[in-house]
């Protein structure tokens, strides 16, 4: 069943993508360059264990999903400024924390752990709030370093340093395909017509998986001459040949139709200059967003050409766009803040 679901989603998608318009209320790059940070949303997470490692924002840009290097996974609400619920049960740092079917309080949520395990949650019954645990599941030997939804909403992907993968039912939260690649991994991502799998490993390749056929299709090389090797960063484009990878010495944009870099980034771009912590596509395909732990730089995709700079305060860690129209970027930092940057216009 997920084979046929993969092979009817993914030729939906990419014969829509050809045809798919750019939405006509897109945050104009004019506007963008009037940005500033707007809100500061501090105190989430434990004080003992500080440190957000990853985000996810639901569809509606209203929920936060913050994962924690206090083993919790926390859902903050920006429309009533609470804390909505705390997710426990894990008893290593998250990795990853992912809402499943575009967010909100009544859609499910999996998240993974350095514990070796991902766990699916799902809404309280009746008028409870918060989430309930479902699965436990148990399938890896190693830490897993991240989680990617497939375009139907109905599959997630998990991968283990170990070079362990897994596709999860979103239902069930089960693995119903699952493989290993001759690598450490770091980090993993869903092409965005959900056939293909990203994998980034620790010696410095980009590895691009056929999942039906468990064969890497294509090997990157990113990094594997440079001192930091390890690619922990991946994000596809929604054009589906564009694709992000983040080291901590640069960030290249890839076309895989050539499977050569079209653009690179390094510490000496960067006036803060520490090490990358991520690039993330916006949804419209238009927008790239590259940071380091203090700067925020949102580029136009056509040109590559830089529309705003955004200091942060505190130390990034994980950034997502916020809305379908990318109207405003969410950050998180290791000192259990997010903030949230927006046109001034």
């Known amino acids: ?56 924002v639901d569809q509606s840009g209203s929920l936060l999903l913050t994962a924690g290097m206090d083993n919790h996974a926390e859902v903050y609400s920006r429309t009533t400024d609470t804390v909505v619920a705390t997710l426990k049960g894990h008893t290593k740092r998250l990795t990853s924390a992912l809402w499943l079917g575009g967010g909100g309080l009544d859609a499910s949520i999996v998240t993974a752990s350095a514990d070796k395990s991902v766990r699916l ?9 918060g989430w309930a645990k479902k699965n436990i599941v148990k399938h890896h030997n190693a830490e897993v370093v991240g989680l990617s939804l497939h375009p139907s909403g109905r599959y997630f992907a998990s991968a283990a340093s170990d070079g362990s993968w897994a596709v ?30 990203g994998l980034g ?46 080291t901590r010495e640069e960030v290249a944009v890839w ?10 980034w390094t510490l000496a771009d960067f006036e803060d200059g520490a090490a990358f912590v991520d690039a993330v596509f916006d ?20 040109g590559w050409a830089t529309m705003v700079d955004l200091a942060c305060a505190d130390t990034v860690a994980s950034v997502g766009w916020i809305g379908h129209l990318s109207t405003a970027v969410a950050v998180a930092c290791a000192e259990n803040s997010v903030r949230v940057y927006e046109p001034a216009q």
Do not use: C, M
């Not at 940070?37 to 434990?46: F, G, Y």
């Not at 979103?170 to 092409?191: F, L, N, R």
């Not at 056929?210 to 054009?239: C, M, P, R, W, Y």
């Not at 395909?285 to 056509?302: C, D, F, H, S």
């Open 121 to 129: 949650w799902v809404p309280k019954p009746g008028n409870a709030a």
């Open 1 to 56: 069943q997920y084979y046929d679901t993969a092979a009817e989603t993914a030729k939906t998608l990419s014969k829509g993508r050809v045809k798919r318009e750019v939405p006509v209320d897109l945050t104009s790059p004019e506007a963008w360059k009037t940005a500033a940070e707007s809100s500061v949303i501090s105190s989430l997470h434990s004080t003992t264990k500080p440190g957000i490692t990853a985000l996810d």
């Open 201 to 246: 490993t620790v010696d410095g390749f980009a590895k691009i998986l056929d999942i039906g056929q468990n064969q890497v299709l294509a090997t990157l090389d990113v990094a594997s001459g440079g001192e930091e090797k390890s690619v922990g960063g991946l994000h596809f484009s929604e054009n589906g040949y564009y694709f992000a990878t983040v």
């Open 255 to 264: 076309d895989l139709r050539k499977q050569k870099k079209v653009v690179a």
């Open 283 to 302: 949804r419209s395909g238009k927008y790239l967003a590259v940071a380091t732990p203090g700067l925020v730089r949102l580029l136009r995709v056509k």
């Open 168 to 197: 999860h039912s979103a239902e069930s939260g089960d693995v119903v395909v699952s493989g290993t690649v001759d690598s450490q991994v770091a980090g993993i991502a869903y092409h965005p017509d959900g056939v293909f799998l």
